[in-house]
């Protein structure tokens, strides 16, 4: 009787362990969406919802792991075409939209000092302009006193939606940058040492004097990097600012399909930063996992009405009521579980 009751007693950890694993919401993907998912999860958990265990591993290998079943959502900051969508059986629709920043290491120049535009950029992740004190960039920097220093090019070694932002701008201002590169979450870089996640190009360009990177806004401010200043699509001198954010966010149009392949880089208007992009969150039309679909769903829908704030403090733009609106009720129609009924 004894055995019995140890066994019995043994029994009950094992259920009680599969249900919290089973309370658990498993996601991976994006690094650039990582800092306001594990703030808004933590805030989450925190008032009695189920615990988020997200991988910042990259967008490539996060569509990877939606595709094969292995989590409950995957997060991307390149959006699929709708061919690869159906042809998966996946939904998608964007969560929160944010910067990348162009991040420099070099001393005695604080954030914000150089001022970079498209084209240069382009021709320094093409191996042209090699110097700091080049006369390309000079040019944009009159009253800043460049030194003689290599430029050396940091950027992501793995599958990257942060990469995908940044080379879908260099290939919209530089022709020559489209046709020899172009754009992809991974691409065949020129030149420059490569970094596995944003927290690894944050690391590299931190310890090199000289480097150049790029990286989203909330690592950057997380690892007091400098950053540059941006020539915008209307001529304009920006810096990423709330403000610069909010502005190229508001040229993004999400009357449409919330499922619409939406790029914003390189946007219109006098105060918008050009470099900015969304998030997409991807999930099965069909879960095999039907309750931990339920309850990511209803995680987001928790971020869209309570996580603004936190997300604006982050430096992220929250997506517009009306958008959302339209995404709620698109995962409603096009998200099943196994009786053929909406999960929420």
């Given at each position: ?7 019995a ?27 306001i ?55 998608q ?77 260099l ?98 208007g ?25 309850q ?12 603004k ?22 995962w409603r ?5 196994p ?6």
């Open positions: 009787m004894k055995h019995l009751s140890i066994l007693f043994v029994c009950f950890l094992a259920a009680l362990a599969l249900s919290a694993s089973a309370a658990e919401i498993e996601g991976a993907g994006s690094t650039f969406v990582y800092p998912l594990s703030a808004w999860a933590k805030a989450y958990e925190r008032g009695g919802g189920p615990r988020l265990n997200y991988q910042p591993i990259g967008s490539g290998a996060g569509i990877q792991q939606i595709t094969s079943g292995a989590v409950a959502f995957g997060a991307s900051d390149m959006p699929l075409l709708q061919a690869d969508i159906g042809a998966n059986h996946l939904v629709f964007p969560l929160v939209s944010g910067a990348v920043v162009p991040v420099l290491n070099l001393p005695g120049v604080g954030p914000g000092e150089v001022t970079l535009d498209g084209p240069t950029l382009a021709e320094i992740f093409l191996g042209q302009v090699t110097k700091w004190n080049d006369p390309a960039i000079a040019k944009l920097n009159p009253s800043v006193a460049l030194p003689d220093t290599a430029i050396t090019v940091i950027h992501r070694a793995d599958s990257s939606g942060t990469t995908f932002i940044w080379t879908d701008y290939s919209k201002v530089s022709r020559e940058w489209a046709n020899q590169v172009g754009e992809d979450v991974v691409v065949d870089w020129p030149i420059g040492l490569g970094a596995k996640g944003s927290e690894g190009v944050a690391n590299i360009v931190a310890r090199i004097a000289g480097a150049l990177g790029y990286i989203e806004y909330a690592y950057a401010e997380r690892r007091k990097l400098s950053y540059t200043g941006m020539i915008n699509r209307a001529g304009h001198a920006v810096l990423p600012t709330m403000a610069s954010f909010d502005a190229a966010a508001a040229s993004a149009d999400w009357s449409g399909e919330s499922d619409s392949r939406l790029t914003m880089t390189n946007a219109p006098e105060a918008s930063w050009p470099l900015a992009g969304s998030t997409f969150i991807l999930m099965q039309s069909e879960p095999s996992a039907a309750a931990e679909a339920a990511a769903l209803k995680f987001f829908a928790w971020a869209y009405s309570n996580g704030e936190m997300a604006h403090q982050l430096g992220y733009v929250p997506m517009p009521d009306q958008a959302v609106s339209l995404i709620e009720s698109g129609r096009q998200i099943k579980g009786d053929g009924k909406p999960l929420d």
